[in-house]
């Protein structure tokens, strides 16, 4: 079973900028997905990635500021975080599918990380 660790999180400025990353424990060709949850809010997805990385989805209130990205010869995926609003604040977490295509169906991810907390302050 493939582990996912998520790291990078932390608070910041509006405007500024993270870089999170999600560290997989073994070599898969599984599509990757950051989802986030702010405090009363359900978990939605805010990026996706095919396996090859050659497809990518964006949430509407992301597109533009935030980039998706993946090494898999690290076995790590990455969520750049630029332009950000004190709205982004929540608790990210990175999420794997168990197929190679970019799928935004969030019952196809079945392997989640533990969160990494994005506070974002005005």
């Known amino acids: 079973q493939v582990q996912l660790v998520e790291s990078g999180g932390g608070l910041v400025q509006a405007g500024g900028s993270l870089r999170l990353s999600c560290a997989a424990s073994?070599?898969?060709?599984?599509?990757m997905a950051w989802f986030r949850q702010a405090p009363g809010k359900d978990r939605v997805i805010v990026a996706a990635?095919?396996?090859?990385?050659?497809?990518?989805y964006y949430a509407d209130s992301v597109k533009g500021r935030f980039t998706i990205s993946r090494d898999n010869a690290e076995n790590t995926a990455y969520l750049q975080l630029n332009s950000l609003k004190p709205e982004d604040t929540a608790v990210y977490y990175c999420?794997?599918?168990?197929?190679?295509?970019?799928?935004?169906?969030?019952?196809?991810?079945?392997?989640w990380g533990q969160g990494t907390q994005v506070t974002v302050s005005s």
């Open positions: 999420a794997a599918a168990r197929v190679n295509y970019l799928t935004t169906r969030t019952a196809n991810y079945e392997i």
């Open positions: 990635i095919s396996w090859s990385g050659r497809d990518t």
């Open positions: 073994e070599r898969s060709s599984y599509a």
